[in-house]
Structure formats: structure tokens, C-alpha cells
């Protein structure tokens, strides 16, 4: 009987340590930031009143009906597509963490993945900024060549305010070459995407890509672009009703949506 108490006692004791331990937990903040799908941008339209891409001295490459201002008249809309994650300042703790792992509409990430440079958020927004501007000129440089055009033929502007990272940098290649020579990319459909994108036309992985699809999904598109060393991730949570094309590079992207608005053989995940 004594040997039995003892136990009894060593297991209270224990109970108490762990409960302790978790009640302790539960108050430290974690090194995590809580993401959501974020908004999504036309680059084909306009965004907060402002067109997103603006080309001139394009001339008529394309044979369509160019423009007024030498592009290519389009219909369908061209996704770029964004996580929206807890400020770098804001407290996540256990709790909001547990949460977050069981729900499809958010996701917990580690936060100097979303906040490489810290926690100061002057220096996080002059970073991104900088991130958004060198996806656009990589962006503008790649769609030039690819059209065998030259920054001294064409002027190229683009607008997306509110949106940082590099992440926009496919869509925003997919978006001048529709502007200029092909007008109309899509078929008529709304395609998401996401993927960074160097001058030689070579597509990378971004990251929050199933909450991209999220985001994709709940404004209309059909089809989304995706980095194939993402495919499984983006497989994860897909949304019924959207279809998954991996592409590599922008001549990979290109093919692919013009054999899917043509009826040919689209690439899957």
C-alpha cells in the first residue's frame, strides 16, 4: 500500500510539472507568423483605379486589333495572387497556432520565412519593394525577349500598389505578352498563378502556394500556374473546380495556355 501511494504521489506531481509546462507554453510567443490567402490583382485590368500594365511604342507585332495605345485588346483577366500573413509585431502563441493547423484557410509558417530581414517594419517594407521592383524588371526584360523586342522599342510600365515580394514576376511576364503581341492568352478564362521569374524566362518557386489557390479559387479562376517543384504543395489543399498546370519557365507558361485555349495538350500536376 505505501509503494502505491508513493506512485500516486509521483504521478500528481508529474501531472503537475506537465500541466505547468503547457500552461507556460501557452503564454510564450512562438517564432511564427499566421497566413491567410491574401487579395489577387488583374494584371490584365486595372488595380485600385490604376492600370497595372502599360505599354507603348508597341506598335502592331501581334495580328489582332492593337489598341489605342498599340497593344492588343484582351478579354479573360490574369491572376497574380498573394498570401496575406500577422504582422512581424503581432504576438502568435500556441493557441493561435493549434488553431491555425486545423484550418484549410490559414496556415502557419515560420516567421523570418515571410520576414527574412526582421521585424522592423520600415526595413520589411523598403525589402519587399525592392523584391517587387527587380521581379518587374525581370519580368519586363523577359517578355521582351521572348517577343524579340528591346527596352528601346517598347516602354513598359507597371503598376500594383500594396503588393511586395517577388512573387508576381510570371504573371506580370505572361501579362506584357498578352498586352503586345497576343491579346488573348487566356481564352477568355480566368487563370491565377504565382512564380518568380528571371530575365531568361525561368519560373521559381515562391512559397503559401495553397493558400494561393485559395485565393485563386474565390475570385473566379479556373486555372492556376504554379512552379512545378510546388505541384505537391499545391496539391495539398486544392479547391475543387481548379486546375493545376506546372510550368518551369515562360515559354513553358505561354505553351501551356495557348494549347489550353486551343484544345492541345495542357501539362498537370
Excluded: N
Excluded at 511604342?57 to 500577422?86: F, N, Q, S, V, Y
Amino acid at each position: 500500500m505505501p509503494a502505491l501511494t508513493s506512485r500516486t504521489r509521483a504521478l500528481a506531481i508529474c501531472g503537475t510539472l506537465v500541466a505547468a509546462l503547457l500552461a507556460v507554453a501557452a503564454l510564450v510567443p512562438l517564432p511564427f507568423s499566421v497566413a491567410q490567402p491574401g487579395i489577387t490583382a488583374d494584371v490584365l485590368g486595372e488595380y485600385q483605379g490604376r492600370q497595372v500594365i502599360t505599354v507603348t511604342g508597341a506598335g502592331d507585332p501581334g495580328a489582332g486589333d492593337p489598341g489605342a495605345d498599340g497593344t492588343e485588346e484582351t478579354e479573360g483577366r490574369l491572376l497574380a495572387t498573394t498570401i496575406a500573413a500577422t504582422a512581424p509585431d503581432t504576438t502568435v502563441r500556441l493557441a493561435d497556432v493549434v488553431d491555425a493547423w486545423f484550418d484549410t484557410d490559414r496556415a502557419v509558417m515560420p516567421r523570418d520565412s515571410v520576414y527574412p530581414v526582421g521585424d522592423d517594419a520600415e526595413e520589411i517594407e523598403e525589402h519587399t519593394t525592392a523584391q517587387m521592383e527587380e521581379s518587374q524588371e525581370e519580368a519586363v526584360t523577359a517578355a521582351l525577349r521572348r517577343l524579340g523586342l528591346s527596352g528601346d522599342e517598347v516602354e513598359v510600365e507597371l503598376r500594383l500598389a500594396d503588393v511586395g515580394g517577388p512573387s508576381a514576376g510570371l504573371m506580370f511576364a505572361l501579362g506584357i505578352v498578352d498586352e503586345i503581341d497576343d491579346g488573348d492568352l487566356t481564352g477568355g478564362r480566368t487563370v491565377a498563378g504565382t512564380g518568380t521569374i528571371t530575365a531568361r524566362g525561368e519560373v521559381g518557386p515562391v512559397g503559401g502556394v495553397p493558400l494561393k489557390t485559395q485565393a485563386a479559387a474565390r475570385d473566379g479562376a479556373t486555372v492556376f500556374l504554379v512552379p512545378e517543384a510546388e505541384c505537391g504543395d499545391a496539391r495539398a489543399e486544392l479547391p475543387e473546380g481548379l486546375r493545376l498546370v506546372p510550368v518551369t519557365t515562360l515559354e513553358g507558361a505561354l505553351s501551356a495556355l495557348r494549347a489550353l485555349r486551343d484544345g492541345g495538350h495542357v501539362p498537370s500536376c
